[in-house]
């Protein structure tokens, strides 16, 4: 899975949405509680 490489690399994640940063947060935190609805749906979708 080509999503396996970053969750191993990087300690935190930044996640925009229309240019604007919508979550900010450390790997584990990103993958297991998304904040913002936008970042919920794009894991569904790649996750799934």
Known sequence: MRWA????VANRVIFMDEGKIVEDA???AFFANPQSERAKDFLAK???
């Open 46 to 48: 790649i996750l799934h």
């Open 26 to 28: 450390d790997k584990e």
């Open 5 to 8: 490489l970053p969750r191993k």
